[in-house]
């Protein structure tokens, strides 16, 4: 059957007399910040402490936008009669958001939970060569990071925690045992 002349010309009409008779929802976005998902990408944050300058999250990245710098100290022995070890310090770290594609391979390879999302979206700069954000500025995007979900009501426990758990029971008991053998008894039994 033939299409009726005019009929994608009714379907348009329609489709615009529907949307002009909706209530519009325009963000007012610098008034009212807008309501983002739980694990919006924004930046990346830096945990400076846990970072051991592995340099995994540099060599790992496929822009090539994050840049570490460091140098070696001597760390005088932990027991006399030890031997000096030498540590990597972190001098510089930098991300260049002007390259950044926002893949997030940085932060799942750090082995040291140094990197995390922050949902902060609003970094723009009037230069992209300010988009070069260093240490201090990935310092205090990292307190933005929200805490991480809840694990599921049914969910196994980690073995981490099963672990810790177990210990914290075995020493409850042995102390238990130890008070109650600590304790005077007179001969009939009875503690005094």
């Known amino acids: 059957m033939a299409p009726i002349p005019g009929s994608g010309l ?15 929802v325009t963000a007012q976005y610098p008034d009212a910040q807008p309501e983002l ?7 990346i944050g830096l945990f400076e402490e846990n970072c051991t300058v592995c340099m995994l999250c540099a060599r790992e990245c496929p822009d090539w936008c994050i840049y570490i710098d460091s140098h070696k100290e001597t760390v005088p022995p932990a027991a006399p009669g030890g031997r000096e070890r030498s540590r990597n310090v972190l001098d510089r770290f930098a991300i260049d958001f002007s390259l950044c594609m926002y893949c ?45 979900p809840a694990l599921d009501p049914g969910a196994e426990e980690p073995k981490e925690i099963a672990a810790a758990r177990k210990t914290a029971e075995k020493l409850a008991t042995a102390q238990a045992q130890a008070q109650t053998q600590a304790q005077p008894t007179d001969p009939q039994g009875d503690p005094s």
Do not use: N, Q
């Not at 348009?12 to 002009?20: C, N, Y």
């Not at 998902?37 to 930046?43: A, D, L, T």
């Open 104 to 148: 997030g391979i940085c932060i799942e390879v750090c082995p040291f939970d140094a990197l995390f999302w922050s949902p902060e979206f609003e970094y723009a700069e009037t230069d992209i060569h300010e988009l070069t954000h260093e240490r201090d500025k990935l310092r205090d995007w990292m307190w933005t990071v929200p805490a991480p």
């Open 37 to 43: 998902p739980p694990r919006s990408r924004g930046v």
């Open 10 to 24: 009714a379907k348009g009409l329609a489709v615009t007399l529907r949307t002009m008779t909706k209530k519009t």
